[in-house]
């Protein structure tokens, strides 16, 4: 944005705001004030206008919290917030960078199932359109899911405990993808090599909402001549779609 458009004041006060969503009724004016060094009169009237407003309230110890007026407005944006249309329209710029397809899904029972894909042009095509389902511990995609349950839950799930291999290099039974789960949750994304189609590789990244739940997870899949080439790319390509796309659902960096 060109300097003359900016307005001060309104970017001290998403400061503030974002502040406070991340320590709620913990921060009074001084500590505001020092913490994002700004002065405290200036503290003091932009408080007092966002109080007003009902964007803030001030807590009985003098603490400040988000106020309900942000809560009609958050009521709001969800309820025209739309994943797939937000997914069509930030993948196309990881296609562009990639020249690889991306695809959105999410999990139902033991499956993924496929929402939406943004393609490059290729001789080459993934099969793997929007409505088929797939079983998610042979897919990054469904890793990057079930990354947020704990063992009891997986066993479960997969009751059977061996798991039905894809091809040669499938997970083999649920300790094992256990196993991988607990470095997905560190990580922050979830790969897979020939798991799930011979021949082909993905990464993996989840989408969170505001309540740090996974919704859905995005990945990216090539070739497996191309794997290593470009694997660094796509893990931080497919991370920061995932993170566009977390923020616009709600999640907050914390």
């Keep these: 944005m060109q300097q003359r458009y900016r307005v001060p004041a309104l970017e001290k006060a998403s400061q503030i705001l974002s502040l406070l969503a991340a320590e709620p009724?913990?921060?009074?004016?001084?500590?505001?004030?020092?913490?994002?060094?700004?002065?405290?009169?200036?503290?003091?009237?932009?408080l007092h206008t966002l109080e007003n407003l009902g964007w803030v309230v001030k807590e009985k110890d003098s603490t400040y919290s988000l106020?309900?007026?942000?809560?009609?407005?958050?009521?709001?944006?969800?309820?025209?917030?739309?994943?797939?249309?937000?997914?069509?329209?930030?993948?196309?710029?990881?296609?562009?960078?990639?020249?690889?397809?991306v695809q959105l899904a999410m999990l139902?029972?033991?499956?993924?199932?496929?929402?939406?894909?943004?393609?490059?042009?290729?001789?080459?095509?993934?099969?793997?359109?929007?409505?088929?389902?797939?079983?998610?511990?042979?897919?990054?995609?469904?890793k990057s899911i079930l990354?947020?349950?704990?063992?009891?839950?997986?066993?479960?799930?997969?009751?059977?405990?061996?798991?039905?291999?894809?091809?040669?290099?499938?997970?083999?039974?649920?300790?094992?993808?256990?196993?991988?789960?607990?470095?997905?949750?560190q990580q922050g994304y979830a790969f897979e090599q020939q798991e799930a189609v011979a021949g082909f590789c993905c990464v993996a990244a989840p989408v969170l909402d505001y309540g740090n739940r996974t919704l859905a997870a995005v990945s990216v899949s090539m070739m497996e001549t191309s794997w290593n080439v470009k694997f660094e790319q796509a893990r931080q390509a497919v991370i920061d779609l995932a993170r566009r796309l977390s923020r616009q659902a709600g999640y907050v960096d914390r």
């Excluded at 958050?74 to 020249?99: G, I, P, W």
């Excluded at 029972?109 to 088929?132: C, F, H, N, T």
């Design 25 to 46: 009724a913990r921060m009074r004016l001084m500590d505001l004030s020092t913490s994002l060094v700004i002065h405290k009169s200036s503290m003091f009237s932009l």
């Design 147 to 185: 990354a947020q349950y704990d063992l009891p839950f997986l066993k479960q799930l997969y009751p059977e405990e061996i798991l039905a291999p894809m091809t040669a290099s499938t997970v083999a039974d649920v300790d094992e993808l256990w196993q991988y789960l607990q470095e997905v949750r």
């Design 67 to 101: 106020g309900p007026s942000l809560g009609v407005l958050s009521a709001s944006y969800f309820r025209q917030f739309n994943l797939l249309q937000a997914f069509h329209q930030e993948a196309k710029d990881t296609v562009r960078t990639l020249n690889e397809a």
């Design 108 to 142: 139902d029972g033991q499956d993924i199932v496929y929402l939406a894909k943004e393609e490059y042009v290729s001789p080459i095509r993934l099969v793997s359109d929007p409505g088929m389902r797939f079983p998610a511990y042979a897919t990054a995609l469904g």
